[in-house]
């Protein structure tokens, strides 16, 4: 039966593909498309494929007990350490900030609300080298607070206050740049509902509002995480290098680096490449449940 | 549960979208709040609702005053266009939603909550699908859902926001008198917004015509379809025709025809135009005292009534003239197309006009 049905298809296809050359309107010639996604995949050959594998490869390359040593000597793993503090204070207190503007800015009107957008973005939009210094302007030791921090004995530049200060900077668009959209697709009719049925503020927040962006939201912190973990400019300026301290792990690369211990260098790095993988494959999977919501959203 | 209105205004920026309105709606009535878009009628019923503030004015509910009154504390019931169920629940959790969030103390038990809900679904015909999410449902299942929901409060009043504007015209047709039934059934004091005159019409105990922020009529279906208070109502109720004339002391010319105007005897010389339902202008082929001459330009005769296009042989202007007449009538009168026909207005309401010519 199934072949029968196979064979029945073949028949039918075969005069429209190769006599009468039928192809869509909106088709490119063959070489059109051969050539565009031959370019495409060189491309992302060179640019991508390439440096991700030797990062790898360089790391290894010494062998695995050089590998090992280099991402477990303790200036690694304070660097490990810093960065992890750094991303888990950052990204909640992100996650808190995106949410709350997304709602304020999605669900109400208000006197300068597109001021408020514009400010999100603002990190965006600044070069991080610029957001750090910012900060060495207002608490370093020559900045505005600077002399006051000093008597007090409270160090924010040059320590980890300073790098966590930078890190909250750099990302807090991801969250609330991610929310901001859906939120205005969903509009306020079910918020609206829920109150008249008798919910209050929290229950509508907590009940409607929310899991209807979980996805949204767990997509924008993924996002955000990714980019506290591997953030260079900002936390470089704030930072002050000091290893065992105040380095992250991208500034343990450079130093590294710098110091042409390249084995050690590509072996830290692996873990930032390995990173990026893990969020991309958490965003692939995220964005499949994120679309099929979506396709919910505008059945409704 | 009687809701009254009084003075209501509401401003949008620039925009009246409410001015000067008060309503009483009976208890246990359903009245429809009818209106092309932006005539406030939405906005009468937010306001009603409590989902809107209105700048001047007072809500009152059974007497009591309930302006300040927020939303969550009005015991509401209000339906949305556009449903509005809760996108993340099953249809259970939905009708459930607004007994779980009361209070613990005024919290049904679960065994309650689990029984008033199946109940209620029943009620819509909808049982089966109580553990589907909204997006599995059709539109009109959807917002029987809705009702459910609304109703599961045990709402003293219903407010509906053009409940089935967004449905296909067979759906709309069914749960316009399924509506009409289960208020009916329920009698519940019921509150409902539309753009289209024959759902009003057909639905509703009493009918409210709105245009620009204002009430132009309020009264029964037959009422407002019959004896339109203002030319608005006419032209948005139903079909109409124009005849333009003159009024002076209780006398009426119009296009050459005499005739009594008697609820205009303070008139001196005053423009005006007589609005002619189609159904009301007589036709025939012979000339029978005054009557207007014009000729046949279309016929439509599908279904029992047969709708004509006529143009007038004297006017200048060739605005067509719709009229309607029973299939028995047209047989009898054998009318093609290009034929001489004689019109006289049976019945029409006389309104000066606003802009003198």
């Not at chain 1, 206050?161 to 900077?169: D, E, K, R, Y």
């Not at chain 2, 379809?225 to 006419?234: D, G, K």
Request: charged letters at 20%; one cysteine or more.
């Amino acid at each position: 039966m199934l072949l029968h049905e196979d064979t029945s298809v073949t028949t039918i296809s075969l005069p429209l593909a190769t006599g009468l050359h039928r192809k869509g309107a909106t088709d490119e010639p063959a070489w059109v498309r051969r050539t565009l996604i031959g370019v495409a995949l060189i491309f992302l050959t060179l640019f991508l494929f390439v440096p991700l594998i030797s990062v790898f490869y360089e790391a290894l390359k010494k062998g695995t007990d050089v590998y090992l040593a280099a991402i477990t000597e303790p200036d690694a793993v304070d660097a490990i350490k810093l960065t992890l503090i750094a991303a888990a204070i950052a990204v909640p207190l992100n996650l808190i900030f995106g949410l709350a503007a997304a709602w304020a800015i999605a669900k109400f009107e208000f006197r300068g609300k597109n001021l408020l957008i514009t400010l999100i973005d603002l990190p965006f939009s600044v070069s991080p080298v610029v957001s750090g210094l910012i900060y060495v302007l207002i608490f370093g030791l020559q900045g505005w607070l600077g002399p006051w921090l000093a008597e007090n004995d409270i160090k924010i530049i040059f320590a980890v206050p300073g790098i966590v200060l930078a890190t909250i900077f750099v990302t807090v668009p991801f969250i609330a740049r991610e929310l901001i959209p859906l939120m205005q697709a969903q509009g306020t009719e079910e918020e609206e509902a829920a109150v008249v049925l008798g919910a209050n503020g929290w229950q509508t927040f907590f009940r409607i509002t929310l899991p209807n962006v979980k996805w949204g939201l767990l997509y924008g912190t993924i996002l955000c995480n990714a980019r506290a973990m591997g953030e260079f400019g900002a936390v470089s300026v704030v930072s002050g290098h000091i290893r065992g301290s105040t380095n992250t792990l991208p500034l343990h690369v450079e130093i590294l680096y710098n110091e042409y211990n390249f084995a050690a260098a590509f072996a830290v790095a692996s873990l930032l490449a390995l990173l990026a993988l893990v969020t991309l494959a958490l965003k692939t999977f995220v964005e499949s449940k994120n679309r099929w919501h979506e396709g919910e959203l505008n059945e409704h | 549960m009687s809701i009254e209105v009084r003075n209501l205004s509401k401003q949008f920026g620039t925009f009246a979208a409410l001015r000067d309105v008060s309503l009483k709606v009976h208890s246990g009535e359903l009245l429809a709040l009818l209106g092309p878009s932006g005539s406030g009628k939405t906005t009468l019923l937010r306001v009603i609702a409590g989902l809107e503030a209105a700048d001047t004015g007072q809500i009152l509910f059974q007497g009591g005053d309930a302006t300040s009154q927020h939303v969550r504390d009005r015991h509401v019931g209000f339906v949305f266009q556009h449903y509005a169920l809760f996108r993340n629940m099953t249809i259970f959790e939905n009708v459930a939603f607004g007994l779980r969030v009361r209070a613990k103390a005024f919290r049904p038990t679960e065994a309650e909550i689990s029984n008033r809900v199946h109940r209620l679904l029943k009620l819509v015909q909808l049982d089966w699908l109580a553990d589907r999410h909204p997006h599995q449902l059709s539109g009109g299942q959807r917002q029987r859902v809705a009702l459910a929901r609304a109703l599961a409060v045990e709402p003293t009043v219903l407010l509906l926001d053009e409940p089935f504007g967004a449905l296909d015209a067979k759906v709309r047709k069914e749960l316009r008198s399924w509506l009409r039934r289960l208020h009916d059934d329920m009698q519940i004091t019921s509150v409902f917004v539309t753009h289209d005159q024959e759902e009003a019409l057909e639905v509703a105990d009493r009918v409210v015509v709105m245009n620009e922020g204002c009430i132009e009529q309020i009264g029964t279906p037959d009422e407002v379809y019959e004896r339109p208070a203002s030319p608005f109502v006419y032209e948005f109720l139903g079909k109409v025709n124009l005849f333009h004339g003159r009024l002076h002391r209780g006398r009426a010319w119009i296009d050459g025809l005499e005739v009594d105007a008697p609820e205009h005897t303070e008139a001196e010389n005053l423009a005006a135009v007589a609005y002619v339902r189609p159904h009301d202008i007589h036709i025939d082929r012979m000339i029978h005292g005054g009557a207007l001459p014009a000729r046949v330009f279309h016929i439509l005769s599908v279904g029992p009534i047969v709708r004509l296009e006529l143009i007038r042989d004297d006017s200048e202007d060739k605005e067509l003239i719709q009229v309607e007449i029973t299939k028995e009538r047209f047989r009898e009168l054998q009318l093609v197309r290009g034929d001489q026909v004689f019109i006289k207005p049976s019945r029409f309401d006389l309104f000066p006009s606003q802009v003198v010519h």
